[in-house]
């Protein structure tokens, strides 16, 4: 003979006597505590899987990371005089698709970053009279000197585009990224 | 007799109990994942095989969690 086990009888939320219960309640009964159980086995599953996810995420990037980067060969950008002091160009590298700009600070003194905001890939725009590198989606700042940032919500560098001037035009021959 | 080695009230603490590890290993995860990625972008390749490794122990002590809550 099954011993009755009370703990496994339907308990209604509000713990009242199922004398008390609504009509309907009584009609169809829920096994409220299994109910809950089963809810909680069933989120901590979901939340295995979104565990599963990440570690895929993991993978994705150590994948690229290993894959690594194709090498940059030197690119002519611009012929020295062909950009006055104060002034910026744009062009692209390594890639056709990779954004960069070109800012002449001083008479000999040439930088470049790469054009994508670290925040969300915005294109920046030099404001060389300030000194700063501005991107205007989400007011991002970044130091015209070494791109770092310097307000805003961007937390790393731009990338620097390294330059050589040879024979009077401006060679990029190189991309370093940075952490910080 | 019943045939429950636990009673109601027991399995739900216990299986709040294992539901709380596996969310703190997701959050750990998470952030895992997200501080690699700055690394990644940031050019720093270093961390990217240990932070999978990690992120593989927290998998693997989920799915461990998971069987002992089925098993019961």
């Not at chain 1, 390594?94 to 790469?114: I, K, M, Q, T």
């Not at chain 1, 000197?145 to 060679?171: F, Q």
């Not at chain 2, 952030?31 to 992120?55: E, H, Q, R, V």
């Amino acid at each position: 003979m099954q011993r009755h086990d009370h703990e496994f009888e339907s308990v209604p939320p509000d713990g009242r006597p199922d004398a008390a219960q609504p009509r309907w309640r009584r009609d169809f009964p829920i096994d409220w505590p299994k109910d809950e159980l089963i809810a909680r086995r069933d989120f901590t599953r979901f939340m295995v899987l979104t565990s599963l996810g990440f570690t895929v995420g993991q993978g994705w990037i150590a994948l690229q990371s290993l894959l690594g980067h194709p090498s940059a060969t030197a690119k002519p950008i611009v012929a020295v005089e062909g950009i006055p002091v104060g002034g910026s160009l744009t062009f692209d590298f390594p890639h056709e698709h990779d954004n960069c700009v070109l800012v002449r600070r001083g008479r000999n003194d040439f930088v470049a970053y790469s054009q994508k905001c670290t925040h969300l890939s915005c294109p920046v725009q030099p404001r060389p009279k300030e000194g700063t590198l501005h991107c205007p989606c989400h007011n991002g700042t970044f130091d015209l000197a070494d791109g770092r940032p310097l307000g805003g919500p961007p937390r790393r560098p731009l990338p620097i585009i390294e330059l050589e001037v040879r024979d009077g035009i401006v060679y990029a021959t190189g991309v370093k990224e940075r952490t910080s | 007799m019943s045939d429950h080695p636990h009673t109601r009230s027991q399995s739900k603490v216990i299986v709040g109990g294992i539901l709380g590890v596996v969310l703190m290993l997701n959050v750990l995860q998470l952030w895992l994942l997200t501080a690699t990625m700055n690394a990644y972008l940031g050019g720093d390749t270093s961390i990217t095989i240990p932070a999978l490794l990690a992120s593989g122990v927290c998998l693997l002590l989920n799915v461990g969690l998971l069987r002992y809550l089925r098993d019961r």
